[in-house]
């Protein structure tokens, strides 16, 4: 029978690389040697990560930006087909689930993401040419088909290359990119908005958008190894640490076979609903983050004052990720009270903006900065699905469930943030405080079943492989190793 890991127990290291019988002969390791390799992980992967996520962000707040400056005007879009503008692009993700999870287990992951960047980069600078609502609703489309490979491809990746014990300081790395990308895109838009050109604002901002989107994704397939095993910046004994300590947490390394018996495991997993849930949850109130511009400036603010008083917004988001990720090293398995913490601060956001009266609109600025912290709550959802589901097809299938929900919650909430109902929006904000208490009971859910499942298998009261060595190359789920702990 495997050993019990628990989330925030360290097993006893030692130095070298001599198999210790009593943790299924995988090897020791060094933990300077390890906190070396770790450290390098940081410089090279995170940096990839986190730049490909930022200008994810960037392109999906690219329209938000682009609305403040007449683009609705210059296609002649009614308040409706802005609102299904917004809503294709997740139509577009939508459909690329299932071609994506069946190609995340079929191919190098490093290879479908970097080629999916590329062509996403293409569909945001052809953004620049639409002339109407039939051609942006088709480049939008586009745009989210090609990009919706790249959010569960990373669940998958960071899996791949870190320990769950650093899954939610390394999420945060990548999700924090929202707030960032929040500051630099309103900032950006603000500088093109004062330049003199021949082309319309939003169009210039498609475009240099589109083009750095390209760069970052040829650089991405350059630079990010495939694996631990053939990662340019290790060493030979640097690269079998990486690979070693990935056993010993019991996570697998990336696969190009697809496991039938995994997929159907996947489907009929209970935690998997719950993961859905959380996707779905936290979507239903992102519209606000694609029309929060709309909001400031229908309560008296001028485009570029638009621009720079919902900086701080970007800021309070990045602070809220890092509060996220920071909780579970002071208080190990607080993941699901932190992520609930982080569900009120955009409840109270969308409270305040049915409540404030009209005439206090620093209020309402504040309010819109608090509403759009979408993102912190997502790092909780995604890290706990990075951390408590393994397998490499598992975590194709249920990453995609995940991010099918995701796209369902995205195309509808935008219907619910119609013209009509400018500047308060009164259906879109009770939605929101709606789907922020609804997810604070599915992590509350979340939390006691994985303490439940926990307390059997310390009891001995699960039955699971009898593979007596694990490592990298055994492939079991999370339900098959009878030594896995979740963290919660």
Not at 383 to 395: D, H, I, P, Q, Y
Request: include cysteine; charged fraction near 15%; glycine fraction near 8%.
């Amino acid at each position: 029978m495997a050993p019990s890991i628990k989330e925030g127990v360290h097993m006893e290291e030692t130095v070298g690389f001599e198999p210790n019988k009593e943790e299924n002969s995988v090897p020791s390791i060094d933990p300077e040697a390890e906190k070396k390799v770790v450290r390098k992980l940081d410089r090279v992967i995170m940096p990839l990560m986190a730049i490909v996520y930022f200008f994810q962000y960037l392109d999906k707040q690219s329209i938000n930006y682009a609305a403040v400056f007449d683009l609705s005007e210059d296609l002649n879009l009614s308040g409706s087909e802005f609102s299904w503008a917004v809503s294709l692009f997740y139509f577009g993700q939508l459909v690329s689930q299932y071609p994506a999870a069946y190609l995340m287990s079929r191919v190098r992951i490093t290879h479908f993401v970097g080629v999916a960047i590329v062509l996403w980069g293409a569909a945001e600078m052809c953004l620049s040419a639409t002339q109407a609502f039939s051609s942006i609703a088709a480049v939008r489309f586009l745009l989210g088909f090609f990009e919706g490979a790249v959010s569960p491809s990373f669940v998958i990746i960071t899996s791949n290359w870190y320990c769950r014990r650093e899954h939610p300081v390394r999420v945060a790395t990548w999700v924090s990119m929202f707030g960032v990308s929040q500051i630099v895109g309103a900032l950006m838009m603000y500088g093109v908005g004062g330049a003199d050109m021949s082309l319309q604002t939003w169009r210039v901002m498609f475009l240099l958008c589109g083009g750095l989107t390209i760069l970052a994704g040829s650089v991405f397939l350059w630079l990010m190894p495939r694996d631990t095993t053939t990662a340019w910046f290790l060493n030979e004994d640097e690269r079998r640490i990486a690979t070693d300590r990935l056993a010993r947490d019991r996570a697998t390394r990336d696969r190009t076979s697809f496991d039938w018996a995994q997929a159907k495991e996947a489907v009929t997993d209970p935690r998997t609903l719950i993961y859905g849930l959380m996707a779905l949850l936290i979507t239903m109130p992102t519209a606000i983050v694609k029309f929060s511009s709309l909001v400031i400036q229908g309560f008296g603010f001028t485009k570029f004052q638009t621009m720079l008083v919902g900086l701080p917004g970007g800021a309070i988001a990045f602070v809220l990720v890092w509060i996220g990720a920071l909780i579970p090293m002071k208080w190990p398995n607080a993941r699901c009270f932190g992520g609930i913490f982080l569900c009120a601060m955009p409840m109270i956001g969308s409270l305040l903006l049915l409540t404030l009266p009209a005439s206090n609109s620093w209020g309402i600025v504040v309010s819109t900065w608090l509403a759009a912290c979408t993102a912190p709550p997502l790092g909780i959802a995604v890290g706990l699905m990075a951390s408590n589901v393994r397998g490499n097809t598992k975590k194709s299938v249920v990453g995609a469930i995940f991010f099918v929900l995701y796209c369902v919650g995205c195309i509808s909430s935008p219907q619910l943030w119609q013209a009509e109902d400018a500047p308060r929006y009164i259906k879109g904000c009770i939605t929101s405080v709606v789907s922020w208490g609804l997810l604070i009971i599915v992590l509350l859910i979340f939390y006691g079943t994985a303490r439940f499942s926990n307390r059997r298998r310390d009891k001995g009261l699960y039955s699971g492989s009898e593979e007596t060595i694990i490592t990298a190359d055994s492939d079991l789920t999370e339900k098959q190793d009878r030594g896995f702990r979740y963290t919660h």
